[in-house]
Each structure stands twice: as structure tokens, then as C-alpha cells.
């Protein structure tokens, strides 16, 4: 080779521009400017591709013309509009008339290739390479013609005369020996500075067009790259490098500065599309640098794609996702220990010229499991059916297992091989977000791992494993809430206000992504705004409890957590189907925990074996952390013997303020009024409120117990009880003044206050009003106060005491907002 040539030709650069970055005028100016910024380079080639979505536009034309659908025409119109209307934004009038007709020229020969298939009805591989090479031949014309007339040294060169293929039409082999000879010297004694050459087409030896595979203008690129020794290959694109995953579907992913060419080619296998898979191969060898950059940001820094050892670095570089996969499973007794079956397998598939993207195969031999193009698996099928024929008709070997509707994930690093327990980490990971893994495979380079997953949970897949490998200190979490009265209202503004703190110092991302109340409910899997919620809200569509659940199962967001603020028993009873879909359930309804105990174990059991959290510590309490204390005493190997607890608001409120000169009707009807009772008094005045708190404390202490078992001993007379309403509950209270005033004088008399007392001890529970001594904690209780004492194994003679407001919207808020901070630490 001429060496003097060689020194110069170093400083050759090859650019590609894609097909978003060419998609009209506009972005074409974008393309000019940056090659134009270029001018101290001796010498550009620059590959474009078609203008964005053409392609496609060509192909669907060619769909349309086959089934003799002559809506064909409209879409074919609708390519030469896009073209003529780039030329004439691009090109100065005066100038235009001679590039219109080259083009028009172009167009009409596509017309008769399109009329032909509506004639024939079908179409060949060769007529379809033909038909989508207009895409590129017309766009490196246009943007060739551009750069003349805005003033670059540009000259136009069909890349079917320099990159050869063989007759593998759709996705040709490059014949490198012929290619390298003509990029070379083409490029060698190219006059001009910039020289525009099509992607994705090339041409056989006998002059037949070939296309080089879908995004194959990267690859078409690589190769001149190579072929000349370019000094750096530049793929201009739309995003800012290669990112640590697809930033379409993962937006916390990052542009990675530097990778090598291996984890490249690795990421763009398993789907990375920014980088056509086969790119890296022509550049590898003479270790051209490849660039990868923003042709909307190009001042961004971008990917840098370079032969160098990053030890220092994160085991896992990138993750990636391929879509439509299908699971090709081959089993049988008559695998095990009978040589060839694999190679038989192998050898089929290969001369059906199906590719296999995933091999997973059990130990025991007794079955293979391939993943595929979801597009071959008919093929596939037959194909191997029919070559294992004979040992199917022995029932040695069974029909070929497909299953479809499937995606494949993979973690991508060199350096994955010398860290431990990865492949661990993204188990456990996806495994907590409950996404099936249906098959594992892991790179022989221990390059990558992968698994084979359904598709629809590959948008969560991505999100968890870039949370878990990329973004270890901040974690997501999803709400779904309902019941946005009183305590719904407060915790929404309690989480707006903290927002920016848990994201900052707890590294919690709270995102509500859904609210409704009892008429109406709203989804926004970007985050609902909680400044005006409400107007959200009331343009929601219409609420339903089935619709919200299979909302928010659709959606299969990570770290979903479904929060009930209602005290709503239908509401309730839908928690079970959240706990099975790895939802978290936070609730200040206390219905389910007191339900019955096989209700409330299935919950607990649920939520175990679905490793996601069933909180309610706003059960008892309200924001005071009552049952988070007990669990932690119970986890800390502490047994409980006794409780004993003053757990109403309204009750206290009610005894904290009869006295002589307040009858006990109209305390109770001023503690009605301010709210601080259930609608119906009597839930609280019975001791039933109560019953289900202490209730709650005594299983979650680990004692079986049920609401029957506890002893509930009524102060109130038996003709209050069977009260039928309100009203007639209010009259029963007057006209028994003379039975309340006696309680009150029998305490008063010993020195004592009444206090309304839960108490669970030797596994028996009980409510009732009690006569309290000066010197008891519970004396001074005042308000809605609450106290509770634990006595413990470790607590004998002075109990573990929690004291503190009891009720409150406010208040219960916060206890919810502590629940969801637990369930992000899970
Ligand atoms: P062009 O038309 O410029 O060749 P492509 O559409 O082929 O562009 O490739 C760029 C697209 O690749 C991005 O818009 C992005 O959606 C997608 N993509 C998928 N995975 C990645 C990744 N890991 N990093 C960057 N882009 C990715
Ligand atoms: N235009 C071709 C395609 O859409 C090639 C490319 O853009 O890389 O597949
Ligand atoms: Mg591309």
C-alpha cells in the first residue's frame, strides 16, 4: 500500500448521520453544521441513512402493493412529499428544478417497481432490497446537493459501487477483500473534502443491489471506516452516547463515557439498537475508535467506544432488553447421554437460517432450551419437528415446546467476571418485583447474563435492575392511593412537603401514580402533581375497585405500593390481590387485621411469601409506632406477656370531660361534633373500636385470637345497646343520666378517674371502662391522648411505654408516611 497515502489517510474521519438526524430540513441544517465545523479535516465520508421512518414507509408501501391494497399509492405520494418538501426547504429556489427532476426520476422508477408487485402479488427479497435502497440513494442526493449549495467541498458517491455482498438479499455478506480494495482507493483519490455516501446499500459483483440488514448504515459506515483506517468512526444519532440502558424506557439512565468494543458489541447483540450489532467488527481489528454522539447536543461528550482494560470501573456497564422472543425447548428421555442432538439442533436451525440468540441447557441433558426470533418460530418449529421425526414417533423425544410473548434482559460488563454473586443480585432483584424468569443463560466471555422473561414486565425488569445496579442509593416508589378524604388529603401534602428531603437525605423517589376516591380516579405513571391534585383528579375517569387493581397491575411498576385511607370494608377485602402481585399494601383501615384470624393470616402469609410488605401501624394509635415497637420486640427475641392501653381518642375525650357540672349526653354529643367519633358514637362507646385495636396488638404479639374471644365488658345500659339509630342511641344517654353520674360519683369517691382500658394478658384480652388511682400512668392521660404498656420478657417490672396523640387526620398521616418509609427501607 502507498505508505505516504497511509499517514495521511490516518486523518480521515467517517460520520454517520441516522435516520432521525436526516429526517427533514431542519435536522439536515443540524448534519451541515456539524460537518461543516469539521473543516480543518482533510477528508470526510459521511453515510446517511434515509430520512427517519422511510424505510419503513418503503417497506409498508411494498406490504400494501403485495395485497394489491392501492392505498399503496397514498403511501408512496406521501414518501415523494417528504422528499420535494426537504428539497425545497434545503435548496435555494434558483436551483431546485434540476434536483427535483433527479428525484422525481428516482420516485417514478419506484412506482414501477411498486406497480409490479400490485401486478404479481408478491414480492422477493431481491425486489424488496431494491425497493428500501431508494431510502438511502435519495437522501445522500439531497443532503449532498445541501452541502454544495451551503458552501462544502462535497461530491455525492454511490456506496453500491464500493461495498460488494454476496446475493444474500435482505441482510448480504460483505465481501471484505473486494470492499477494502474499492473504499480504499475511491476514498484514496477522492477530489473533495467531504465525500456523502448512502447507508445500508451495497451491491453484489454483477451489480444487483443488497442492503446490509436493518440499521445497517452504521455497519456501512464501519466498513469504509475500516477499509481506509479511519482516524475515528462518529455515529450521529438521536441520545448522547450508548446509555447504561435504552433511555427511551429507563430515564435514569446515563450516557457511558467510555466502553470497550466487546461490551459495545455486547450491549447493541442483546438489543442496545443505537449501535447496529456487526458495526464494531470492521474497527476492532485496527482499533479505530468509534464515537458515539448527539446530533441535537453535540457539544454533550457522548460514548466513546475504545480497546482499553476499565478495572477500576462498575462491574456492569450496560443493560439491555431484546424483544419478541420465543423459547424453543427440546426434551425427552432419549437426550440423556446420546451424543449429536444439540448438533443435530443446531445444524437444522442454521440451514434454515435461523439464528439463535440464547442457549440455556440443563445439566441433566434431558433438555435444551434455544431462544429465537418470535418471526421464525413457525419455521423453526417444523423445521425441527420434521428432523427429529423418527425419535418424536418413539416418544423418545417430544414435538417441540415454542413459547412466545417473550423478552430477553442482560447485564453487560467485562469486569462481571471477577465480581461475585451478580447473577445473584439480579435474581433476587427481579424476583422481588415479581417478574418470572422463564430461562437463564450466562456468556462464556462471562460477559453478560442473561434471562428470558415475559415481555410485559421488561419495562419494570429495566427499571429495578438500573435502580439496583446503577442508581444502588436511590429507590422509586410507586403509590397507588385511594381515599383522599381527611387523612388522604394531609398525607399527600406531608408527602409533597417532604418530597425533595427523602429524595436527598433517603434517597426515596415517592411518585403518587394514581388516586381515587369513591367517584372517580386518575393514573399518571409519570407522577401525579400534588399541588393540585384535585384538579386531576376530578377529570379522572369513573372510580371502580376492579378497574383501579387491574390498573395498577397493568402498569407493573416497581416498588408498587397500594395505600388505603379509607375505612372502607369492600376496599378491604381487595388487599389480597395486590399481596399476590408483589404490590405493598399500607393502610390505616383496620378491618382486614381485625377480620377474622384465617383473614388476616392469609394476608400476613401473602405478604411473606410475596416478600412485600402488609403495614398498618396507623391501626392502633394512629401515627404513634405501636406495632412497629412490637415487632421489633418480638424480632429481638422478646416475648410479650402483657398489655395494657388506653387506645381511644374519642372515649378519653368523652371521660377526660364528664364530670358534675357536664351530663354525659351532652359530652358525648359535643365529642360527636367535633369529630373525634365514629358517625355512630355507639362503635366507640361499645368498646368495639377498642376490641379490634387490642385485638390487632395480641396477633401481632403472635397470640391466635379472634373478636368472639375478647371479653368486652359494656358500660353502657343494655337499652343504649339496642339503640336502632343515632338519635334514639342519644336519648337512651339522657335518660339514663342517673347511671352515668353513679360511675363517675363511685370513682370519684375512691380518688379515681375512668379511663376506657384495653388489656391482653395470659392470652386473654378484655375492654371496659376502669376506675383509675392517682398513682397509675394512665391517671394523667389527657385529650385524645394514648398510652400503651408493653410488659415483656425483658420489660417485667417497669413496661415499655408509648404515650402520645392518639387521633387525628394529621397525625395519621404521618403514621401512613412512616409506613411508606418502611416499606422503601424493605
Ligand atoms: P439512528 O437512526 O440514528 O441509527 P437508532 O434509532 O437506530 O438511531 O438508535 C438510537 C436509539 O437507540 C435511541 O433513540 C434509543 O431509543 C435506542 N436505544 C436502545 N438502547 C439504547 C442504549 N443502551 N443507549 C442508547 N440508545 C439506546
Ligand atoms: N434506513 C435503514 C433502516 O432504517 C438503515 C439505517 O437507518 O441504519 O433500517
Ligand atoms: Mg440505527
Redesign the pocket.
Known sequence: MDLCYQKKKKLMKVLKF??TSVANAENIKKVQAIVASESEEKKMAVVV??LGGV?DLLLKTADLAVKQDESYKDTLQHIEDRHLETIQQLIPITSQSAIISKVKQHLNQLETLYEGLYLLGEITPRTSDKIVSY??LLSSYIISEFFKVAGLDAALKDSRDLIKTNKHFGKAQVNFKLTNTNCYFYLKGAKHQVTVLP??VASTVEGETTTLG?????YTAAIIAGAVDAKTLEIWTDVSGMYTANPKVVKQAKAIAKISYEEAMELSHFGAKVL?PPTVQPVLEKKIPIHIKNTFQPHEVGTLIVQEDFKEELPVKGISNVDKIALLTLEGVGMVGIPGISKRLFEVLSQEEISVVLITQASSEHSICLGINAAETEKAECAVNEAFAYEISLNKIKPVIIESGLSIIALVGDQMKSHQGLSGKMFSTLGKNNVNIRAIAQGASERNISAVIDEKDVNKALNVLHERFFEEQTKQLNLFVTGVGNVGEKFLAQINQQKKFLKERLKLNIRVVALSNSKKMVFNESGISLSNWQEELAEGEAASLDGFFEKVKSCNLRNSVFVDNTANDVVAATYHKYLKNSIAVVTCNKIAAASDYQNYQLLKKLAFNYNVPFLFETNVGAGLPIIDTLKNLIASGDRIHTIKAVLSGSLNFVFNNFDNDHNFHDVVQQAKVEGYTEPDPKIDLSGVDVARKILILARESGYQIDMEDIENIPFLPQESLDAPSVPEFFETLKTHDTHFNNIYEQATEKGARLKYVATFENGKAKVGLEEIPADHPFYNLEGKDNIVLFYTDRYQEQPLLIKGAGAGADVTASGIFADIIRVGSN
Open positions: 441516522g435516520g441513512s434515509a424505510t431510502g438511502e447507508g445500508f436493518r440499521g445497517g448504515s452504521d447496529y
